[in-house]
């Protein structure tokens, strides 16, 4: 990335190297103020790039994960295309408008996630196979567990570099990846890739394509596997694509039954809904109770509502920040929406202008009448709740469909319920964060179900 004109120029990571497109969008920081100048490569490059990476050998695991562990020591601590990691994360701060707390944990994530990435893949790998044909146990028969095709392709979303430690693991397992990047926040992927090619991975083993949606169409078909990340929207165009993993709404959630006191448990609640800004899809989206929540929503509240306004490069920072037409726009939506809950926080509206063009959205609380409302599956980029009583009546059905649940109860009956539900991907049963993850721990199951399987061999 080099500055022309005040601006960083993101070219297109190629299989050839860095490529400059004709086409160039302008990125923004929150304050409307142009920051950069992104490549948008055409069609005809996204098919000659996939190409490419078919053609590609694969890099032996040895010089794989020695090549990973080096790409996460640079993309933490180098300055890579004239960017230092701190500057690197400032600019994604003032772009993104997350907290410069949470860029740098999120940084610190894609840092591990390089060193771990193969480590975690292998906890997904079945106990009866080996991971190589010449493994000794093959000569009476096993399973191998290998890869279901080399080329990967990543659709990635802006709303957290964290997304960015995910694919990481395709790469590990010995798949060539090409990436197109949020247009929102390209510059982790981009210094990311760039780390990688500095590391050992080749120019034609990761790829970076910014492109229009018609050339992001050809850069899925042109990969043996794809994940896209988005909303209703995108899991719904993907749904008949078995080849598509889609990524869609966590819509978290957190019950709290009869048997426990939410007092004792109000410090994760309020965690759970605010960590990291509130943007993630492991942020809580509704909290149900068990009994009359209306104590419990006016907590919530009373916590969220002493959060501070301020730009997303202040280290004190914990809400985000957008541009203000984006922010009224949240903000219409949020009160269209909402009509019909009680509101405890937010009900004059979200927005706190800052005075350069851009607005904090602060803290809403809504409380429901009941478990099932539709607002409770409503999930906005910013720290928002609604809260429900819940009863043994409505059962499982309001719990369902969640990313993450976390289940505050002594009701092991209960428990095995949730958990045999396939709606929801994650359980955490006591206090424990929506939002926690380590790595070797499955985010939406792993990557790595999606990514091999496992084929007999018997051998000599």
């Known amino acids: 990335m080099a500055a022309t004109a005040e601006l960083i120029d993101l070219d297109a990571l190629g299989p050839a190297g860095a490529y400059q497109a004709r086409s160039r969008q302008t990125i923004s920081d929150v304050a409307g103020n142009p920051v950069a100048e992104l490549s948008l490569v055409p069609r005809l490059f996204v098919t000659r790039a996939m190409a490419a990476l078919h053609k590609a050998d694969t890099l032996p695991v040895e010089d794989r994960l ?26 994604v701060s003032r772009v993104s408008g997350l907290p410069i707390s949470a860029v740098r944990s999120a940084a610190e994530a894609i840092a591990r996630s390089a060193v771990d990435a193969y480590r975690s893949d292998q906890y997904a790998r079945p106990v009866g196979a080996v991971d190589d044909w010449r493994d000794p146990l093959t000569r009476t028969g096993r ?17 957290t570099p964290a997304v960015h430690a995910l694919w990481l693991e395709a790469l590990a397992l010995g798949y060539r990846v090409a990436v197109r990047p949020s247009r929102r926040e390209p510059f982790t992927a981009h210094r990311l890739i760039a780390a990688l090619r500095s590391a050992g991975f080749g120019d034609d083993h990761v790829v970076l394509l910014s492109t229009d949606y ?9 990969a043996d596997l794809a994940m896209a990340y ?15 993993l889609p990524q869609g709404p966590g819509r978290s959630k957190i019950l709290l039954t009869a048997d426990v006191d939410w007092r004792d ?32 929503a006016q907590a919530i509240a009373e916590r969220l509502g002493a959060c501070p306004s301020l730009p997303p490069e202040d280290e004190d920072a914990v809400l985000p ?72 009546a409505a059962g499982i059905e309001p719990l369902r469909h969640s990313l993450v649940l976390t289940a505050v109860t002594h009701d092991d009956r209960l428990l095995d319920d949730l958990l045999a539900d396939p709606t929801i991907s994650n359980l955490y049963i006591g206090d424990h964060p929506t939002y926690w993850i380590e790595p070797g721990i499955p ?17 000599d």
């Not at 309020?270 to 209306?294: K, Q, R, Y």
Request: net charge negative.
């Open 66 to 91: 020695a090549a990973l562990a080096r790409a996460g020591h640079l993309y933490d601590t180098a300055t890579i295309d004239g960017l230092s990691p701190a500057a690197y994360r400032q600019l």
């Open 143 to 159: 399973a191998v567990w290998t890869r279901r095709g080399d080329v990967f392709a990543v659709h990635a979303p802006g709303n």
């Open 214 to 222: 018609d050339a992001a169409d050809a850069m899925v078909g042109g």
């Open 230 to 244: 988005g909303g209703d929207d995108v899991v719904r165009k993907y749904a008949g694509q078995p080849w598509v």
């Open 265 to 296: 448990h109000l410090d994760m609640i309020v965690d759970s809904i605010g960590h990291d800004a509130g943007t993630g899809c492991i942020n809580t989206t509704a909290v149900l109770v068990e009994g009359d929540p209306t104590p419990l």
């Open 321 to 392: 920040v957008q541009p203000l037409a984006d922010a009224r726009k949240l903000e219409r939506y949020l009160l269209a929406k909402a009509a019909g809950a009680h509101p405890w926080l937010g009900d004059d509206g979200i927005v706190d202008e800052l005075g350069d063009g851009s607005a904090v959205l602060r803290p809403a609380v809504h409380q429901l009448d009941r478990p099932d409302a539709e607002q409770a599956g409503i999930e906005l980029p910013f720290p928002c709740v609604w809260v429900a009583p819940w009863t043994r």
């Open 443 to 459: 985010h939406d199951g792993y990557l790595a179900d999606f990514l091999m399987r496992t084929k007999a061999v018997i051998r």
